[in-house]
Nanobody, 124 residues
Framework: EVQLVESGGGLVQAGGSLRLSCQAS????????IGWFRQAPGKEREAVSC????????NYADSVKGRFTISRDNAKGTVYLQMNSLKPEDTAVYYC?????????????????WGQGTQVTVSS
């Protein structure tokens, strides 16, 4: 059974940091590109970042460039999202997703498997 489990969310003050984790199981993790997406109340889901399979190349939404860093540990089947200099507008439920492809994409429609999400709240 394919599973993606996010953790690491919480409440933080503006300017603070959080590190999200996405633990995968039930599939050959190395072969999958992984993406992070977020959805705030009343808003559409938006891309945050993604990391490709094999070479670990990354891509970021403009809104998080320079503040967020995505990484993966294939031995642990885990992808991380280090979030620094958090802003109130980063408040959302954060989801990780997986797709069997080499090059990652910031289009959420391309992803096959999704986690349940973790809440991130940034207070001003």
């Amino acid at each position: 059974e394919v599973q993606l489990v996010e953790s690491g969310g919480g409440l933080v003050q503006a300017g603070g940091s959080l590190r999200l984790s996405c633990q995968a199981s039930g599939f050959t993790f190395d072969d999958y590109a992984i993406g992070w997406f977020r959805q705030a109340p009343g808003k559409e889901r938006e891309a945050v970042s993604c990391i490709s399979a094999v070479d670990g190349s990354t891509n970021y939404a403009d809104s998080v460039k320079g503040r967020f860093t995505i990484s993966r540990d294939n031995a642990k089947g885990t992808v991380y999202l280090q979030m620094n200099s958090l802003k109130p507008e980063d408040t959302a439920v954060y989801y990780c997703a997986a797709v069997l492809t080499f090059r990652c994409s910031l289009w959420y429609t391309e992803y096959s498997f999704w986690g349940q999400g973790t809440q991130v709240t940034v207070s001003s």
